[in-house]
């Protein structure tokens, strides 16, 4: 495939991010400015804020990208950014800012699905360092994040058919909720996981809906296991056991996701898994898939688990490459599916 260096935003939630990418692998620059610290007052991701904070923030991040690389917009092949799906507010600030810079610089500009990214974070490494096998297909890929739970196979570059998705939560929300309950801090993925590291998985015995003959998952009825759980253990004593019920739910989601994914692998005879999106930052659910033999797992690296731009831009490059050029006029879509 062509050569080509490719400048991506992303703004689809509470991540201001841009980076700059080359042949789709090798990142050049990439930086990320969170808002975790301003939603967690809320104990989620606040919309308006989001979008308000993106508009301060869009200008210093592109800033920064490029010193950070050290070349110019002239550099530059093309503009990827993040069309959906996600906030609304949010993705038209980084939307404007990648028009701009397409018309201002003369440059195609490519608009990019947010899963579609997050499936491409398993092409990236730093440029200079050792580069990772490319991921082959067909794979099966889980994609896991706040807002998605999904499976897709994935037979060729770009082309997706999804087996199955959750028919309420998304992992990545089930543990934002699940946290809350326990009295933990957002975002809460990362806090029950710190939780969980001191705590018995096999202390509390939570549902494991497995939805047989399908490849769709369910947590609200585990979330709502815990809810009764903490009620029943509020009614005892007035300390809950905070590690070992963050275990405990922290396992029946891991055990879930695994073991779906690896009976679609082997329904579908794909020798490759791929986990992508937040939740793939999770370090139990990665041991899972690490420690099987029978499939070759690629997993990001923790910086590209959750959002950045560098996913962007290696899915805009596969896009840019196979002619995939967005006109200038197009929307945002914020309930965009990948297939
Ligand atoms: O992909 P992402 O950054 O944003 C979306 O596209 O939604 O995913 C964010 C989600 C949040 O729900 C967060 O709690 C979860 O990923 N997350 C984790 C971990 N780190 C982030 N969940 C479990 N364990 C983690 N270590
Ligand atoms: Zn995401």
Same mark, same amino acid.
């Not at 062509?2 to 703004?11: F, G, M, N, Q």
């Not at 997706?160 to 929300?173: K, M």
């Given at each position: 495939?062509?050569?080509?260096?490719?400048?991506?935003?992303?703004?689809?939630?509470?991540?201001?991010?841009?980076? =700059?990418?080359?042949?789709?692998?090798?990142?050049?620059?990439?930086?990320?400015?969170?808002?975790m610290?301003?939603?967690?007052?809320?104990?989620?991701?606040?919309?308006?804020?989001?979008?308000r904070?993106?508009?301060?923030?869009?200008?210093?991040?592109?800033?920064?990208?490029l010193?950070?690389s050290?070349?110019?917009l002239?550099?530059?092949?093309?503009?990827?950014?993040?069309?959906?799906p996600?906030?609304?507010?949010?993705?038209?600030? &980084?939307?404007?800012?990648? @028009?701009?810079?397409?018309? &201002?610089?003369?440059?195609?500009?490519?608009? %990019?699905?947010?899963?579609?990214?997050?499936?491409?974070?398993?092409? =990236?490494?730093?440029? &200079?360092?050792?580069?990772?096998p490319?991921p082959?297909?067909?794979?099966?890929?889980?994609?896991?994040?706040?807002?998605?739970?999904?499976?897709?196979?994935?037979?060729?570059?770009?082309?997706?058919?999804?087996?199955?998705?959750?028919?309420?939560?998304a992992?990545?929300?089930? $543990?934002?909720k699940?946290?809350?309950?326990?009295?933990?801090?957002?975002?809460?993925?990362?806090?029950?996981q710190?939780?969980?590291?001191?705590?018995?998985?096999?202390?509390f015995?939570?549902?494991?809906a @497995?939805?047989?003959?399908?490849?769709? *998952?369910?947590?609200?009825?585990?979330?709502?296991?815990?809810?009764?759980?903490?009620?029943?253990?509020?009614?005892?004593?007035?300390?809950?056991? %905070?590690?070992?019920?963050?275990?405990?739910?922290?396992?029946?989601? %891991?055990?879930?996701? $695994?073991?779906?994914?690896?009976q679609?692998?082997?329904?579908?005879n794909?020798?490759?898994?791929? %986990?992508?999106?937040?939740?793939?930052?999770?370090?139990?659910l990665?041991?899972? *898939?690490?420690?099987?033999?029978?499939f @070759?797992?690629?997993?990001?690296? $923790?910086?590209?688990?959750?959002?950045?731009?560098?996913?962007?831009?290696?899915?805009?490059?596969?896009? $840019?490459?196979?002619?995939h050029?967005?006109q200038?006029?197009?929307d945002?879509?914020?309930?965009?599916?990948l297939?």
């Amino acid at each position: 495939m062509k050569s080509a260096r490719i400048l991506a935003i992303e703004t689809s939630c509470d991540e201001t991010a841009c980076a =700059i990418l080359e042949n789709g692998r090798a990142l050049l620059a990439s930086i990320v400015a969170s808002q975790m610290d301003i939603h967690a007052r809320y104990g989620g991701v606040f919309p308006e804020v989001a979008s308000r904070q993106h508009v301060l923030s869009i200008i210093p991040v592109v800033e920064q990208t490029l010193v950070q690389s050290n070349l110019s917009l002239q550099d530059m092949d093309a503009i990827a950014v993040t069309r959906g799906p996600g906030l609304a507010g949010s993705l038209v600030v &980084g939307m404007n800012m990648a @028009k701009g810079l397409a018309l &201002g610089i003369g440059l195609p500009l490519v608009g %990019v699905n947010h899963l579609e990214g997050h499936i491409y974070s398993s092409w =990236i490494y730093n440029a &200079g360092e050792s580069i990772p096998p490319e991921p082959q297909f067909p794979l099966m890929a889980l994609l896991v994040s706040g807002g998605h739970t999904e499976l897709n196979l994935v037979t060729d570059h770009l082309t997706y058919q999804r087996l199955g998705s959750t028919l309420d939560d998304a992992a990545g929300e089930a $543990f934002d909720k699940v946290a809350r309950l326990l009295g933990l801090s957002y975002p809460g993925g990362p806090s029950i996981q710190r939780a969980a590291e001191s705590g018995d998985p096999a202390r509390f015995k939570f549902p494991r809906a @497995k939805l047989e003959g399908t490849y769709d *998952f369910s947590f609200s009825g585990l979330k709502t296991a815990v809810l009764y759980e903490v009620n029943e253990l509020k009614k005892k004593s007035t300390t809950l056991p %905070v590690e070992d019920l963050a275990a405990s739910f922290q396992s029946a989601v %891991v055990d879930v996701l $695994f073991k779906k994914t690896l009976q679609a692998a082997r329904d579908y005879n794909t020798k490759e898994i791929l %986990v992508a999106g937040g939740v793939s930052a999770n370090r139990a659910l990665r041991q899972a *898939f690490q420690s099987q033999k029978d499939f @070759k797992v690629h997993i990001p690296p $923790f910086s590209l688990c959750t959002d950045n731009a560098a996913m962007i831009a290696a899915a805009g490059y596969y896009r $840019f490459a196979l002619g995939h050029i967005s006109q200038l006029d197009i929307d945002v879509q914020p309930t965009w599916r990948l297939s």
